[in-house]
Protein backbone atom coordinates (compact mmCIF):
# COMPACT_ATOMS: atom_id res chain seq x y z
CA UNK A 1 0.00 0.00 0.00
CA UNK A 2 1.04 3.80 -0.41
CA UNK A 3 3.07 4.69 2.48
CA UNK A 4 2.50 7.83 4.31
CA UNK A 5 6.18 9.37 3.28
CA UNK A 6 5.02 9.08 -0.52
CA UNK A 7 1.81 10.66 0.36
CA UNK A 8 3.63 13.66 2.09
CA UNK A 9 6.09 13.81 -1.13
CA UNK A 10 3.21 14.36 -3.83
CA UNK A 11 1.90 17.13 -1.43
CA UNK A 12 5.07 19.05 -1.26
CA UNK A 13 5.91 18.44 -5.12
CA UNK A 14 2.34 19.41 -6.16
CA UNK A 15 0.03 18.74 -9.68
CA UNK A 16 1.21 19.45 -12.87
CA UNK A 17 -1.18 20.18 -15.57
CA UNK A 18 -1.80 17.10 -17.92
CA UNK A 19 0.52 16.10 -20.72
CA UNK A 20 -0.39 13.75 -23.69
CA UNK A 21 1.26 10.72 -23.11
CA UNK A 22 1.87 7.03 -25.11
CA UNK A 23 -0.74 4.51 -25.70
CA UNK A 24 0.58 0.94 -25.46
CA UNK A 25 -1.53 -1.52 -24.94
CA UNK A 26 -3.54 -1.56 -21.33
CA UNK A 27 -3.50 -4.10 -18.59
CA UNK A 28 -6.01 -2.29 -16.50
CA UNK A 29 -9.31 -0.45 -17.46
CA UNK A 30 -11.03 2.29 -15.38
CA UNK A 31 -13.13 5.21 -16.14
CA UNK A 32 -11.28 8.47 -15.11
CA UNK A 33 -13.87 11.09 -13.14
CA UNK A 34 -14.68 13.41 -15.52
CA UNK A 35 -13.14 16.75 -15.57
CA UNK A 36 -10.10 15.45 -13.28
CA UNK A 37 -6.60 16.15 -14.38
CA UNK A 38 -3.72 14.50 -15.05
CA UNK A 39 -0.21 14.72 -13.37
CA UNK A 40 2.44 12.83 -14.89
CA UNK A 41 5.38 13.90 -12.83
CA UNK A 42 3.21 12.53 -9.90
CA UNK A 43 2.61 9.40 -11.38
CA UNK A 44 5.99 8.71 -11.99
CA UNK A 45 7.16 9.64 -8.50
CA UNK A 46 4.27 7.25 -7.28
CA UNK A 47 5.48 4.44 -9.45
CA UNK A 48 9.46 4.36 -7.69
CA UNK A 49 7.87 4.25 -4.12
CA UNK A 50 5.95 1.39 -5.09
CA UNK A 51 8.59 -0.33 -6.31
CA UNK A 52 10.60 0.29 -3.39
CA UNK A 53 7.56 -1.22 -0.90
CA UNK A 54 8.55 -4.74 -1.76
CA UNK A 55 5.27 -5.88 -2.95
CA UNK A 56 5.12 -9.67 -4.07
CA UNK A 57 7.98 -10.59 -2.00
CA UNK A 58 9.87 -13.43 -3.80
CA UNK A 59 9.91 -12.51 -7.24
CA UNK A 60 11.00 -9.24 -9.16
CA UNK A 61 8.30 -6.59 -9.87
CA UNK A 62 6.67 -3.74 -12.38
CA UNK A 63 4.97 -0.86 -11.41
CA UNK A 64 2.89 1.86 -12.94
CA UNK A 65 0.49 4.76 -11.71
CA UNK A 66 -1.09 7.30 -12.37
CA UNK A 67 -2.06 10.20 -10.00
CA UNK A 68 -5.43 12.20 -11.12
CA UNK A 69 -6.69 15.55 -9.14
CA UNK A 70 -10.35 16.72 -8.92
CA UNK A 71 -10.41 20.22 -10.24
CA UNK A 72 -11.64 21.55 -6.70
CA UNK A 73 -7.72 20.30 -5.33
CA UNK A 74 -9.52 18.98 -2.53
CA UNK A 75 -9.24 15.29 -3.31
CA UNK A 76 -7.35 13.06 -4.99
CA UNK A 77 -7.16 9.36 -7.53
CA UNK A 78 -4.60 7.94 -7.58
CA UNK A 79 -4.12 4.41 -9.83
CA UNK A 80 -1.58 1.63 -9.35
CA UNK A 81 -0.33 -1.70 -10.83
CA UNK A 82 2.16 -3.82 -9.02
CA UNK A 83 2.71 -7.28 -11.43
CA UNK A 84 5.51 -10.03 -11.23
CA UNK A 85 8.16 -10.44 -13.92
CA UNK A 86 7.33 -14.24 -12.98
CA UNK A 87 5.87 -16.41 -9.79
CA UNK A 88 7.08 -16.25 -6.48
CA UNK A 89 8.02 -19.42 -4.82
CA UNK A 90 5.06 -19.19 -3.69
CA UNK A 91 2.37 -17.30 -5.64
CA UNK A 92 -0.35 -17.99 -3.00
CA UNK A 93 1.43 -16.62 -0.15
CA UNK A 94 2.27 -13.76 -1.81
CA UNK A 95 -0.52 -13.00 -2.92
CA UNK A 96 -2.70 -13.03 0.25
CA UNK A 97 -0.01 -11.03 1.87
CA UNK A 98 0.18 -8.27 -0.92
CA UNK A 99 -3.99 -7.61 -0.75
CA UNK A 100 -3.69 -7.85 2.81
CA UNK A 101 -0.98 -5.02 2.97
CA UNK A 102 -3.72 -2.41 2.03
CA UNK A 103 -4.82 -2.75 6.08
CA UNK A 104 -1.38 -2.83 7.28
CA UNK A 105 -0.36 0.75 5.42
CA UNK A 106 -3.94 2.31 7.66
CA UNK A 107 -2.53 0.39 10.91
CA UNK A 108 0.23 1.98 10.27
CA UNK A 109 -0.49 5.51 10.52
CA UNK A 110 -0.89 6.45 14.11
CA UNK A 111 -4.38 7.67 14.83
CA UNK A 112 -5.76 5.45 11.94
CA UNK A 113 -9.55 5.20 12.69
CA UNK A 114 -10.50 2.28 10.29
CA UNK A 115 -14.20 2.70 9.04
CA UNK A 116 -14.53 -0.44 6.70
CA UNK A 117 -12.50 -3.19 6.04
CA UNK A 118 -13.34 -6.21 3.86
CA UNK A 119 -11.95 -9.12 1.99
CA UNK A 120 -13.88 -10.91 -0.72
CA UNK A 121 -12.57 -14.17 -1.40
CA UNK A 122 -13.54 -15.63 -5.01
CA UNK A 123 -14.55 -19.10 -4.73
CA UNK A 124 -13.34 -19.64 -8.16
CA UNK A 125 -9.77 -18.44 -7.30
CA UNK A 126 -9.73 -15.71 -10.37
CA UNK A 127 -10.38 -12.46 -8.90
CA UNK A 128 -10.17 -11.46 -5.02
CA UNK A 129 -11.26 -8.11 -3.90
CA UNK A 130 -10.36 -5.85 -0.62
CA UNK A 131 -11.83 -2.65 0.32
CA UNK A 132 -11.04 -0.24 2.84
CA UNK A 133 -12.19 3.08 4.34
CA UNK A 134 -10.43 5.09 6.82
CA UNK A 135 -9.27 8.48 8.35
CA UNK A 136 -6.82 9.75 9.66
CA UNK A 137 -7.89 12.83 12.63
CA UNK A 138 -4.26 14.17 12.15
CA UNK A 139 -5.03 16.47 8.60
CA UNK A 140 -8.75 15.09 8.16
CA UNK A 141 -8.44 13.10 5.46
CA UNK A 142 -10.94 10.21 4.50
CA UNK A 143 -8.84 7.25 2.52
CA UNK A 144 -11.18 5.02 -0.04
CA UNK A 145 -9.27 1.77 -0.85
CA UNK A 146 -10.35 -0.77 -3.57
CA UNK A 147 -7.94 -3.41 -4.74
CA UNK A 148 -8.24 -6.50 -6.81
CA UNK A 149 -5.50 -9.69 -7.10
CA UNK A 150 -4.89 -12.09 -10.18
CA UNK A 151 -2.94 -14.48 -11.71
CA UNK A 152 -2.62 -14.63 -15.69
CA UNK A 153 -0.21 -15.30 -18.28
CA UNK A 154 2.47 -16.55 -15.36
CA UNK A 155 1.88 -13.64 -13.51
CA UNK A 156 0.63 -12.09 -9.95
CA UNK A 157 -1.10 -8.53 -10.44
CA UNK A 158 -2.72 -6.13 -7.87
CA UNK A 159 -3.96 -3.26 -9.15
CA UNK A 160 -6.05 -0.57 -7.06
CA UNK A 161 -7.43 2.58 -6.82
CA UNK A 162 -7.16 5.29 -3.88
CA UNK A 163 -9.44 8.42 -3.24
CA UNK A 164 -8.04 10.70 -0.26
CA UNK A 165 -10.19 13.31 0.29
CA UNK A 166 -9.37 16.61 2.00
CA UNK A 167 -11.51 18.04 4.67
CA UNK A 168 -12.97 19.98 2.15
CA UNK A 169 -13.18 17.42 -0.01
CA UNK A 170 -17.02 15.91 0.03
CA UNK A 171 -18.52 17.18 -3.41
CA UNK A 172 -15.72 15.24 -4.96
CA UNK A 173 -16.34 11.40 -2.77
CA UNK A 174 -18.93 9.93 -5.12
CA UNK A 175 -17.51 10.92 -8.47
CA UNK A 176 -14.26 9.24 -7.40
CA UNK A 177 -15.75 6.38 -5.53
CA UNK A 178 -17.56 5.81 -9.47
CA UNK A 179 -13.75 5.16 -10.39
CA UNK A 180 -13.03 3.03 -8.16
CA UNK A 181 -16.04 0.81 -9.00
CA UNK A 182 -14.80 0.81 -12.45
CA UNK A 183 -11.62 -0.84 -12.05
CA UNK A 184 -11.07 -4.11 -13.36
CA UNK A 185 -7.92 -6.34 -15.27
CA UNK A 186 -8.10 -6.06 -18.72
CA UNK A 187 -6.98 -9.59 -19.11
CA UNK A 188 -9.41 -12.66 -19.64
CA UNK A 189 -7.67 -15.25 -19.03
CA UNK A 190 -7.54 -15.86 -14.92
CA UNK A 191 -5.85 -18.16 -13.33
CA UNK A 192 -6.76 -19.61 -9.89
CA UNK A 193 -4.70 -17.90 -6.78
CA UNK A 194 -5.97 -18.78 -2.88
CA UNK A 195 -6.14 -15.98 -0.42
CA UNK A 196 -7.65 -15.91 2.90
CA UNK A 197 -10.04 -12.72 4.59
CA UNK A 198 -7.41 -13.26 7.21
CA UNK A 199 -4.14 -11.47 7.11
CA UNK A 200 -1.07 -13.71 6.74
CA UNK A 201 0.80 -14.64 10.22
CA UNK A 202 3.71 -17.05 8.90
CA UNK A 203 6.81 -15.31 7.83
CA UNK A 204 6.79 -13.89 3.97
CA UNK A 205 9.10 -15.64 1.25
CA UNK A 206 12.67 -14.25 0.97
CA UNK A 207 12.96 -10.73 -1.11
CA UNK A 208 14.58 -10.92 -4.36
CA UNK A 209 16.23 -7.97 -6.45
CA UNK A 210 12.74 -6.23 -7.67
CA UNK A 211 13.61 -3.31 -9.96
CA UNK A 212 10.48 -1.30 -10.97
CA UNK A 213 10.20 -0.28 -14.29
CA UNK A 214 7.67 0.54 -16.93
CA UNK A 215 7.54 -0.43 -20.35
CA UNK A 216 4.37 -0.26 -21.45
CA UNK A 217 3.68 -4.06 -22.28
CA UNK A 218 0.68 -6.32 -21.33
CA UNK A 219 0.57 -8.09 -18.27
CA UNK A 220 2.34 -11.59 -18.76
CA UNK A 221 4.49 -10.45 -21.84
CA UNK A 222 7.17 -10.53 -19.77
CA UNK A 223 7.90 -7.16 -19.45
CA UNK A 224 6.72 -4.75 -16.86
CA UNK A 225 3.09 -3.64 -16.94
CA UNK A 226 2.30 -0.19 -18.09
CA UNK A 227 -1.08 2.54 -16.86
CA UNK A 228 -1.33 5.24 -19.88
CA UNK A 229 -4.82 6.65 -21.38
CA UNK A 230 -7.69 7.80 -19.48
CA UNK A 231 -9.89 5.47 -20.03
CA UNK A 232 -7.74 2.43 -19.29
CA UNK A 233 -5.61 2.64 -16.75
CA UNK A 234 -4.13 -0.24 -13.54
CA UNK A 235 -4.62 0.82 -10.37
CA UNK A 236 -3.43 1.49 -5.97
CA UNK A 237 -3.39 4.07 -4.27
CA UNK A 238 -1.61 7.36 -3.66
CA UNK A 239 -2.59 10.76 -2.29
CA UNK A 240 -1.88 14.19 -2.21
CA UNK A 241 -3.97 15.29 1.27
CA UNK A 242 -4.49 18.65 1.60
CA UNK A 243 -1.55 20.58 3.98
CA UNK A 244 -1.96 20.37 7.79
CA UNK A 245 -2.91 23.97 9.05
CA UNK A 246 -1.04 25.00 12.17
CA UNK A 247 -2.84 25.63 15.33
CA UNK A 248 -3.62 29.27 15.70
CA UNK A 249 -5.51 29.27 18.97
CA UNK A 250 -1.98 29.51 21.07
CA UNK A 251 -1.28 32.98 18.24
CA UNK A 252 -5.32 34.12 19.58
CA UNK A 253 -4.49 33.43 23.21
CA UNK A 254 -1.07 35.39 23.07
CA UNK A 255 -2.50 38.07 21.12
CA UNK A 256 -5.64 38.58 23.24
CA UNK A 257 -3.43 38.79 26.58
CA UNK A 258 -1.81 41.70 24.82
CA UNK A 259 -4.78 43.21 23.58
CA UNK A 260 -5.87 42.83 27.53
CA UNK A 261 -2.53 44.47 28.44
CA UNK A 262 -2.64 47.33 26.57
CA UNK A 263 -5.94 47.87 27.14
CA UNK A 264 -5.05 47.99 30.99
CA UNK A 265 -2.11 50.36 30.45
CA UNK A 266 -4.30 52.45 28.37
CA UNK A 267 -6.58 53.05 31.50
CA UNK A 268 -4.04 53.46 33.29
CA UNK A 269 -2.66 55.99 31.87
CA UNK A 270 -6.04 57.65 30.84
CA UNK A 271 -7.00 57.70 34.56
CA UNK A 272 -3.43 59.51 35.71
CA UNK A 273 -4.35 61.66 33.16
CA UNK A 274 -7.58 62.68 34.58
CA UNK A 275 -6.06 62.82 38.12
CA UNK A 276 -3.55 65.22 37.16
CA UNK A 277 -6.02 67.32 35.29
CA UNK A 278 -8.51 67.08 38.28
CA UNK A 279 -5.71 68.49 40.95
CA UNK A 280 -4.80 71.05 38.21
CA UNK A 281 -8.11 72.23 38.07
CA UNK A 282 -8.60 72.35 42.04
CA UNK A 283 -5.33 74.49 42.15
CA UNK A 284 -6.98 77.24 39.39
CA UNK A 285 -9.93 77.08 41.88
CA UNK A 286 -8.26 77.51 44.94
CA UNK A 287 -5.98 80.21 43.37
CA UNK A 288 -8.91 82.16 42.23
CA UNK A 289 -10.87 81.66 45.42
CA UNK A 290 -7.72 83.12 47.43
CA UNK A 291 -7.85 86.41 44.90
CA UNK A 292 -10.86 86.77 45.83
CA UNK A 293 -10.37 86.79 49.24
CA UNK A 294 -7.89 88.96 49.66
CA UNK A 295 -9.91 91.53 47.50
CA UNK A 296 -12.61 91.26 49.83
CA UNK A 297 -10.41 92.16 52.69
CA UNK A 298 -8.95 94.76 50.48
CA UNK A 299 -12.00 96.38 49.83
CA UNK A 300 -12.96 95.76 53.61
CA UNK A 301 -10.13 97.81 55.20
CA UNK A 302 -10.87 100.71 52.76
CA UNK A 303 -14.15 100.61 54.18
CA UNK A 304 -13.27 100.53 57.83
CA UNK A 305 -10.67 103.85 57.06
CA UNK A 306 -13.46 105.57 55.39
CA UNK A 307 -15.48 105.06 58.71
CA UNK A 308 -12.64 106.22 60.68
CA UNK A 309 -12.12 109.01 58.63
CA UNK A 310 -15.76 109.81 58.66
CA UNK A 311 -15.71 109.69 62.99
CA UNK A 312 -12.93 112.19 62.85
CA UNK A 313 -14.92 114.65 60.70
CA UNK A 314 -17.59 114.16 63.00
CA UNK A 315 -16.01 114.82 66.12
CA UNK A 316 -14.49 117.32 64.76
CA UNK A 317 -17.73 119.37 63.98
CA UNK A 318 -18.75 118.85 67.02
CA UNK A 319 -15.73 120.34 69.05
CA UNK A 320 -16.29 123.08 66.71
CA UNK A 321 -19.73 123.73 67.56
CA UNK A 322 -19.27 123.24 71.20
CA UNK A 323 -16.62 126.28 70.33
CA UNK A 324 -19.07 128.07 69.38
CA UNK A 325 -21.39 127.48 72.18
CA UNK A 326 -18.99 128.68 74.76
CA UNK A 327 -17.99 131.97 72.58
CA UNK A 328 -22.06 132.50 72.02
CA UNK A 329 -22.23 132.43 76.19
CA UNK A 330 -19.13 134.36 76.51
CA UNK A 331 -20.33 137.46 74.38
CA UNK A 332 -23.83 137.57 76.09
Same mark, same amino acid.
Given at each position: ?????????????????????????????? #???????? @?????? %???????????????? +????????????????????????? %???????????????? +??????????????? =?????????????? #??? =?????????????????????????????????????? @?????????? #?????? #??????????????????????????????????????????????????????????????????????????????????? %????????????? %?????????????????????????????????????????????????
Amino acid at each position: MIRRALLLTLAMTGLAQAQPAADPPPVARM #TQPAGWIL @DPPGSS %RVAAGLGADGLFAGAP +IGVDAQVWTAPSHHAVLVTTQVSTD %RLPADPDAAANATLHE +IRAGADAVDGAAIDR =WTVVVDPAGKLHEA #TLT =WRDPSIGTTTIVRALVFRTGGALARIAGECVIGPDGAA @DRAACEQALA #TIAPNA #TALEPVKVSADAPVAAEPPAEPMPAVGSGATLGSGAPPSLRDGADLPATVMVRPPAKQADRRPLYLVGGVAVLGLVFLWNRRE %RQRREAAERAEEA %RQNRRRGKADAKDDDAKDDDDAKDDDAKDDDAKDDDAKDDDAKGKERDS
